[in-house]
């Protein structure tokens, strides 16, 4: 579906964020 795909690319661009942030 839409949103799960949505969802998908919030939690990889969240993950991505993350690292980004940490270093």
């Not at 990889?12 to 690292?19: K, P």
């Amino acid at each position: 579906g839409y949103k799960q795909k949505t969802h998908l690319m919030l939690s990889i661009s969240g993950v991505i964020h993350c690292h980004v942030t940490r270093k």
